[in-house]
């Protein structure tokens, strides 16, 4: 997966085409991602002793094909790639060519 924890990503389709955000958690085994404040599903939480009953808001897992790198300097999504510098593997833009790691 190209696509890690921390990353800036932007949604390419779906309903919530065009947000970018956050990486907060990524299920690789799954290939999903959860993007901060994309894919808000609404959670009804039970009374319990302790707390009252509410209704969370939270983000749910979106799977990986539907977001894309999101450069921060260039301000544009782009296509990760690989390649070595001083032997070690490390992501690259292919947009304008920078090291990602």
Known sequence: MN???DDT???ITGKDKGK???VLKVYPKKSRVIVEGV?????HQKQTRKARAEIKHQEGPIHISNVMYYDTKEKAPTRIG?????GRK??????TGNAID
């Open 3 to 5: 696509i890690r924890k």
């Open 9 to 11: 990503v932007m949604v």
């Open 20 to 22: 970018h955000g956050k």
């Open 39 to 43: 894919n808000i599903q609404t959670k």
């Open 82 to 86: 690989h390649t070595f510098i001083d």
């Open 90 to 95: 490390v992501r690259v833009s292919k947009k």
